[in-house]
């Protein structure tokens, strides 16, 4: 599948994609939705990527989208020098190997940049330069590290966050680098190396409850067990076990739910008459809300509490979120063709610019399905050179 599509931002950026699973691809995808050429390098065989099963299973459908590949052997001689003779003629590098091994095959950013200075050379990793830098790394194992899954799960139950998040943002972190390098190399010509890190990444998304810490001496406690700034911020069960969050943040979205509740004499109550006095008196609050929600349904609840501006939300579920009508209407979930011949819906960033979503632009690729035509380009350079 081809669309023709209005002029990108990332038009004319040439990227060189050394990468498998999560992280580095996702920050390829980003950039070649934002229009760059995304040359995703496979060795022979393919990306064993796409032929994960279990949770992997959807990794390379996700995260490889408008993008060609080719076929390149790096661990030979050969394959080497194409490598290193088409990252001259890219604008950006993107890898995410094991820690030494591209310098290793000679394809690291200070060889590279030896005969391309204009080069923009990304790692993604799962440390930034420090004592940890040559360990190994994986999502869990940073979650563990970086404090979310402690801030995730029950008191003594750390909990991995239910999907790959520090892959997924420190590829969207990868790709805010390159955007960043690339504003640099207009001023001075010149590329550089940026590094993205698991471990880092998910420090960044524990920093608040590192500075609540910082700030108030006490080490916060987990997400389950925290004390709530809010009397009403929580999963009620509904008539035959449906689940519904309601959130009423302020004393007015208090008295409104209330209202739609029909128990308009709650907010006369002292215990309950400000934010304040229903948090002192919060699991007693809950209790007796859960009581008159328990007759509710949802598909009656919902309406009300949209009309009345209080927040809500289903707990949906993966395979519910495929047929989500607001995901539907608004273009973020669109077909693309398969590298098989059939068809997905996949989700698109989470952004728009200028009213428009970055859509799909081709099919997923096969393997190695552009290799004859990307060198081909190689090969037509080196005789214009000969020529000039």
Excluded at 189 to 196: A, M, P
Excluded at 250 to 268: M, W
Excluded at 306 to 317: D, L, N, Q
Excluded at 323 to 335: I, T
Aim: net charge neutral.
């Amino acid at each position: 599948m081809t669309t023709s599509e209005p002029s990108l931002p990332l038009a004319g950026i040439r990227v060189l994609e050394f990468t498998h699973m999560v992280m580095g691809p996702t920050c390829g995808m980003i950039l070649a939705d934002l229009g760059a050429e995304v040359i995703k390098v496979e060795p022979p065989g393919g990306d064993k990527t796409r032929n994960l099963p279990g949770l992997g299973i959807g990794f390379f459908r996700s995260f490889n989208r408008n993008k060609k590949s080719i076929v390149l052997d790096i661990t030979s001689q050969e394959g080497r020098a194409t490598a290193t003779e088409l990252a001259a003629s890219c604008d950006v590098v993107l890898e995410n190997f094991r820690p030494g091994l591209m310098k290793e095959l000679g394809l690291d950013f200070d060889t590279l940049s030896r005969q391309a200075p204009h080069l923009i050379y990304v790692s993604h990793k799962g440390f930034l330069p420090g004592p940890y830098e040559k360990r190994l790394a994986l999502d869990e194992v940073v979650q563990m590290m970086g404090g979310l899954s402690y801030m995730t799960g029950p008191q003594g139950r750390p909990l991995r966050a239910g999907t790959s998040v520090n892959d997924i943002m420190g590829g969207m972190f990868g790709a805010i680098g390159v955007l960043a390098a690339l504003r640099e190399r207009e001023r001075t010509g010149r590329g550089q190396e940026v590094q993205s890190a698991l471990f880092e990444n998910c420090v960044f998304l524990s920093s608040q409850h590192m500075q609540q810490f910082l700030m108030t001496g006490e080490p916060p406690p987990p997400m389950p067990s925290r004390v709530s700034a809010w009397s009403v911020y929580d999963v009620f069960t509904l008539a035959e076990g449906e689940q519904l969050f309601i959130g009423a943040v302020s004393d007015k979205q208090f008295n409104t739910l209330c209202r739609v509740l029909e128990r308009t004499d709650l907010p006369a109550r002292p215990e309950y008459a400000d934010n304040a006095a229903r948090v002192a008196v919060r699991p007693q609050l809950l209790a007796e809300l859960g009581d008159i929600l328990a007759s509710h349904r949802i598909a009656t609840l919902a309406p009300q509490l949209e009309a009345a501006g209080i927040p809500y939300a289903p707990i949906s579920r993966p395979e519910q979120l495929v047929s989500d009508p607001h995901l539907k209407q608004s273009g973020g979930l669109v077909p693309m063709q398969t590298e098989d011949g059939g068809s997905t819906d996949v989700v698109l960033l989470p952004l728009t610019l200028g009213g428009r979503r970055p859509g799909v632009r081709m099919a997923l690729p096969r393997i190695g399905e552009h290799t004859e035509q990307v060198l081909a380009t190689l090969a037509a350079a080196r005789t214009a050179r000969k020529a000039a």
